[in-house]
């Protein structure tokens, strides 16, 4: 009995969920997609929000950095504008035909018997367009997105509605205006000597990688931290590591194998 004890914790696989980026990560960096979503980010806020083209870079890198993309950077500064529409605006016009099907990944993907959730800060829209693209649609449990996360454009959400837009159901959706006029220049704001992240104005956009969603992100998706294996490499080095297991080794897959067909 002790022996088979002993035998069942050997048996034991250490993850039971694999957690992935979607772009750069599911594709390669040479399709375009990364270069033409940064060359629209840059058009929507000079067309759309009348933001200086000169200024673009600096505030870019300085909105990336502290809050973790441009987007919520500039909502988080006073910019107030419709969540779809930028999607649209910045999606919308991507080189997907530079996408093929990848049957070799496909094929991984499904050999693996363990939960696999797609975790990304784009919209739904444009995540499900780059699984089809790819093969991949029916590799995939669910999708957590920006939509899961701000599920109905607001500060806060509840959790039916979360757990609605990871399932696939759709929400009516809402957009708040903050009434404010007043732009913080954030540039101004970092040219200060000893100038600290500390007294930034908070954004209502809930996205990685922040605490607030991954927490979010893994009670949506009923994901254990400690048995979750997350994959946010590029896809040479993501393609390199699942050619070797994805850091399961062969003894572990084979448990994994055997616990499908038990």
Not at 170 to 182: E, W
């Amino acid at each position: 009995m002790e022996f088979d004890d002993q035998y069942s914790q050997v048996q034991s696989p250490k993850y039971d969920c694999l957690l992935f980026d979607l772009d750069d990560t599911l594709y390669p960096r040479s399709s375009g997609l990364e270069a033409s979503v940064l060359k629209n980010i840059k058009a929507y806020m000079v067309e759309k929000l009348g933001i200086e083209e000169g200024k673009i870079p600096d505030l870019c890198n300085l909105l990336y950095i502290n809050y973790g993309t441009t987007m919520a950077g500039l909502r988080a500064i006073g910019y107030d504008f419709d969540y779809d529409e930028y999607h649209s605006f910045v999606h919308g016009r991507l080189p997907y035909e530079n996408l093929k099907p990848d049957p070799v990944l496909r094929g991984h993907l499904l050999s693996l018997p363990i939960r696999k959730v797609i975790f990304t800060n784009a919209d739904k829209v444009h995540a499900i367009k780059v699984l089809n693209r790819l093969g991949l649609e029916e590799c995939f449990e669910g999708i957590i997105c920006f939509d899961t996360l701000n599920p109905t454009h607001k500060s806060t959400a509840s959790d039916d509605e979360d757990d609605a837009e990871f399932l696939g159901k759709k929400i009516p959706q809402s957009c708040c205006a903050n009434g404010s006029t007043v732009i913080f220049d954030i540039i101004g704001h970092f040219s200060q000597p000893d100038a600290t992240s500390s007294g930034l104005p908070k954004t209502p956009i809930v996205c990685k990688p922040s605490e607030s969603a991954i927490e979010r992100a893994l009670k949506i998706g009923n994901i254990d931290p400690y048995r979750t294996c997350p994959q946010y490499s590029v896809w040479e080095t993501f393609r390199t590591r699942y050619s070797t297991g994805w850091k399961i080794s062969e003894s572990e897959r084979s448990r994994l194998c055997c616990r499908k067909h038990s």
